[in-house]
Nanobody, 116 residues
Framework: QLQASGGGLVQAGGSLRLSCAASGRTSSTYVMGWFRQAPGKEREFVADIMSGARTTYASSVKGRFTISRDNADNTMYLQMNDLKPEDTAVYYC????????????WGQGTEVTVSS
């Protein structure tokens, strides 16, 4: 089970930190990721992090967003800096076993709104 939090309303250029608390069947060996879905658009990949802390970012957020995880607390974070109106979306956290390409577990989403 995944629980995302930390969304809100922020002005362009501002920052937010999203959190995703994992419990139940997810484990520290899982790959964890963030996705987002803007109004009227398809869900898109934002970033992911492997258990060994190797990270991958979408080109649209690279250099502005930082994904991290605390395996001891089963929590993942997304630090978002220099936010832009086009970052406005519902952000979802997800987890998958390291051997799978499909994300098996999804959080409920947290809404981020960036005003210009």
């Amino acid at each position: 089970q995944l629980q995302a939090s930390g969304g809100g309303l922020v002005q362009a250029g501002g920052s937010l930190r999203l959190s995703c608390a994992a419990s139940g069947r997810t484990s520290s060996t899982y790959v964890m990721g963030w996705f987002r879905q803007a109004p009227g658009k398809e869900r898109e990949f934002v970033a992911d992090i492997m258990s060994g802390a190797r990270t991958t970012y979408a080109s649209s957020v690279k250099g502005r967003f930082t994904i991290s995880r605390d395996n001891a607390d089963n929590t993942m974070y997304l630090q978002m800096n220099d936010l832009k109106p086009e970052d406005t979306a519902v952000y979802y956290c997800a987890a998958r076993p390291y051997y799978s390409q499909s994300y098996a577990y999804w959080g409920q989403g947290t809404e981020v709104t960036v005003s210009s």
